[in-house]
């Protein structure tokens, strides 16, 4: 909203998925208003699809979920977070790191922490490769968390799940990060445990006004309808010391080089 006040423009909030409303209809409230620029938020499911009249439209898209049609598109920088974080882990002497993700976040990252992580592991020795825990759509992190815990044996775990500072502790009788450290690949903007959370920011704010960028730059242009070219311009994530690793020490300048040189 900032971004947009700033170039002159607002934001106004549209359900497309309310009762009744359709993506014809949607395009033809729009219209009515005098609105030809359009950004969509992130969805729950990559499979959403809104069929909008959008040759009318200027657009953009926040995040990788949203994929059809194919927009503009503003995101944070997902593989440079978990470089990051697995830089700082290395540099915090932690020497089995494991990394835990619902599959549903997965396919809404694009696969890009996932495919970060593994080419990480093709290159550091085996006694530290510790096997990523999927987790499956219908099955709980916390159901099959102990299993993989007592069988791999992690020092810390990175994921996109705050809630493991409740799980570890509770279930599993794993302080934290006395027992095991924990690194949020998805920082909450509101804090709901007296512990400072470790982790990356993913700005959403700065993602926020790409996407307004994005859109502006095309009614500046009086460019309306689907690229041919979907340009996706990426925000740097960002490290937030905390208090759910130990020894975090390494230099910000460090952590965004290159995993393998």
Known sequence: QM??????????????????????????????????GVIIPPVPNPSTEIKMEWQHFASATIGYSFQKP?????????????????RRCEAAGYQRIGFVTPAETDIRANHTWLSVYLAWQRFIPKKKVVPMLYVEEGVSIEDVLGQWLEKYQPDVIIGPNIEFLTWLPERFGLKVPQDIGYVSLAMPIKHVYKQKITGISQQDAEVGSCAVD????????????????????????????????????????????????
């Open 3 to 36: 971004r947009a006040e700033e170039l002159g423009y607002r934001i106004e909030p549209f359900w497309a998925f309310s009762p009744g409303m359709s993506g014809g209809r949607l395009s033809d409230v729009l219209r009515a208003r005098g609105i030809s």
């Open 70 to 86: 194919k927009l503009h598109r503003a995101a944070a920088n997902l593989d440079d977070g978990m470089t990051i974080a697995l």
């Open 214 to 261: 994005l859109v502006v730059e095309q009614l500046q242009r009086n460019e309306v309808g689907l690229p041919k070219n979907p340009k996706v311009v990426l925000s740097h994530s960002v490290w937030q010391p905390g208090d759910t690793i130990i020894g975090d020490v390494v230099d910000d300048r460090e952590a965004h080089e290159p995993l393998v040189t």
